[in-house]
């Protein structure tokens, strides 16, 4: 429904509500500003999905956004074609796909696009795209990044799902299955996203609305005295031409370019020859019978240089510049290159745009020709992608990085087009293609890059296969253990021990990603292989072992031996190997926290975020070990009850570009802590709309990693906001939230959530004065958890309820909690609130008061007896 339509229907009070959300307010501050329930809230929000015709909140705030926009300007004007842009742009008001559909230089883009012109659209050219590169190209036109695990497709769909946007996918006919499958997957998860396709063929896509787009007809002639470079004078022979050409408006363009030369007389003479080709269909690829002729007769008028470097131009898929056109013709000088591009564009059959190309139709006929010629081409080809790719992957470590990132953009499809020729050089070009796609965040790309290079070169496989192993884990890939076992049969030796030990590393340590557990029989049987094929002498095989023998070491694979990572942390740092002392003192850093040294975990989360500060991210090693860093490091802190610390974590992370509704739980835990209410509540919207999105849409989010029990704590801070607030039913609601994430009715049977709900009950008691079930949330706070990251704030918080409760053991109660003071600032500070409440102690009340200054607790420092 038009905005204006649905905007009419809306009441005054949801109009107020739609603003607050455009606003970007929670239900929580939007009931506070409007003095409203957040039930009724809810209500009116409902209300306002169902009357915009969209799926969630951010998609109403979205209609007020500016969407991406960008379509090619043409420096030609537009000529005819008023029946097919009304029919197009009727078509779009009735249907979300639309496809224009006709041969090849039938002016489908140009069709499109001017039809477009008025709209917000984004424009995507898929004639460089080759199979596997559609989402790729969508998600650059966009402007958006893969965030690992998650693919382009993923972050196309989460970049659409709230837009209004028309998308105008052009040539879609060589990748006509893929295009398919995503325009079907965004019509399904992007309700307001309409698209525009032109293809030689349909797409196939269900709902989808087909506009012919044929022969130009009685507007031919004026598009072709509009072109002509020379004077016509003769109508009649126009019209004879034009019809001569089937009214196909790029060989009416092309032969229009030659009226200076030739003149209407002279390509009228010609046409004996030309509808022979024209009507012979003699092409080896059907789609292009009739422009292949056109062209073929436009070859005639070039000179043997001319016609040389126009043949070799068809090698490449993408733009070129002059460099790239000279590599191909070694035998020429870079300014008779040059001269021949310049003449070859005055005859219209290369167009500047930034950079050279071909249109896609005169490619086509270029790469025939080079076919014909029996010349290969192929070698040179491959080797100036190689030096290219090399020079560019030399700059990105340098102080070109801006420039790098430029350069790759401009001939990443022909980069990766030359990767499937095997030449000597297709080795050098894998792995500069690989770190390529690594260092611009193209995590798949570039793990398929590296194993390619495996294939090439089996003398360097294990080495390339470990590589691609490393950006497999950056997002937690299971795939990586399977490379890894592939990498340790491709070495031998230490080199074999080092892949075996990895494997197993990489099965424990991250195994919530594997769809199924590696038994631990097999991963022991690794590790005893790794043994006694390690050198002794080599440290980095030895670091490696050692660190694997602390992952496996317990039945549980997340609890890694604590002293066993204390000899893998003290191996690694031998080496002085970045990535090694990374994934140590992660080990360690577990290993602690799961003892319940809270405060000894925080500090070395803090060594690992000074140590990452100084390592290279080119290096997908490195790369691996930070995908979890700020994670942990936010965890451990929040454990520690260091809230600065923690805040300070928050800033480094909202500024890495992790998607929203990942950072959301972090954050939330910070600003429910830190008082920061009205912020926490802003996060919980967010945190809500990603569960439910990675829940309903599961591997097909990008958020899927939402769909771990990890987030429910921080839906038990959101109700602990919303309990001291008073809002007894949200309270509620978001207690059961935090359930539903944790996938269990009773939250102590929750690793994840047990510790964090016992202190959120214990904490709403306390504040509220509500003591009937004192008793058994005490008891219920004080049980010893067996995961320990919240365990203080559960038994101060029991102790504290003791006490104010007038529990008969509150002494012992706080005597039980003072091991959670020794390991954490915040219940050190609760449990000096307590013993302050049991005894009186004035003097003591104001050291709690000055311990909630010095971690920030803005609410709890005002809360006193």
Known sequence: MPEMEWLELISAREAEVLAAIRGHQSNAQIAARLHLSIRTVESHVASLLRKAGVPDRRSLAALAEEPVSGLPVFPTSFVGREEERTAVAAALGVARLVS??????????????????????????????RAGGVGQAVAQALGVVERPPGTPTDAVVERLRSDRALLLLDNCEHVIGEVGELVARILRLCPQVRILATSRERLAVPGERLVEVPSLGASAPQLFLERATGVVSDVAAVERLC??????????????ARTASLGVDGIEAALDDLLRLISGGRGPDQRHHSLQDVISW????LDDEERLLFRRLGVFVGSFDLPAAAALSPELSVGAVADLIGRLADRSLIVYRERWSLLETVRAVAAHELELSGEDLIPRYVRWAADLAADTAADTAGGKAADAAAGFTS??????????YTTPDSYRLAKSLAHLSFVHGQIVAARNHYVRAAELNPDRAAEDLQSAADVALISADEVAFGLLLEASDRAVGTARAVALASAVIAATRFSMSFAEPVPRERLIGLLTEATALADP????????????????SGENPLDPDLELSRNAVAAARRTGDVALVLGALDALGTALANAGHLRQAHRLSDERLRLAATASRSDPAVAAELVDLFHVASTSAIAAGDLPAAAMIAARDTEAGTHPAIVAPRLIRLYGLTGRFDEALEQADILWDGWLCAATYGVESELSSLRGHWPSSAAAIVAMVHGLRGDGPAYEEWRVRARRIAHVDNPADSLSLAAPAAFVDARIAVHTGRYDDARALVDAALAPFPEKWWSPYAHAAGAELAVVAGLPDAVECIAAAEAAAVENQWAAACLTRAKARHTGDQQLMAEAVAQWDRIGAAFERTVQW
């Not at 006709?102 to 460089?128: C, H, I, N, W, Y």
């Not at 499809?413 to 499937?420: E, P, S």
């Open 100 to 129: 224009l559909v006709g041969s090849g230089g039938m002016g489908k883009t140009r069709l499109a696009v001017e039809v477009a012109a008025d709209q917000d659209a984004v424009f995507v050219d898929l004639v460089p795209v």
């Open 243 to 256: 019809a001569a050409l089937d009214g196909m408006p790029l060989a009416i363009e092309l032969v229009a």
């Open 298 to 301: 436009s070859l005639d008028l």
């Open 411 to 420: 001939v990443a499809d022909d980069l990766r087009n030359a990767l499937t």
């Open 537 to 552: 002498r080599d440290e980095r095989c030895v670091a490696v072992l050692a660190m694997a023998r602390a992952w496996a």
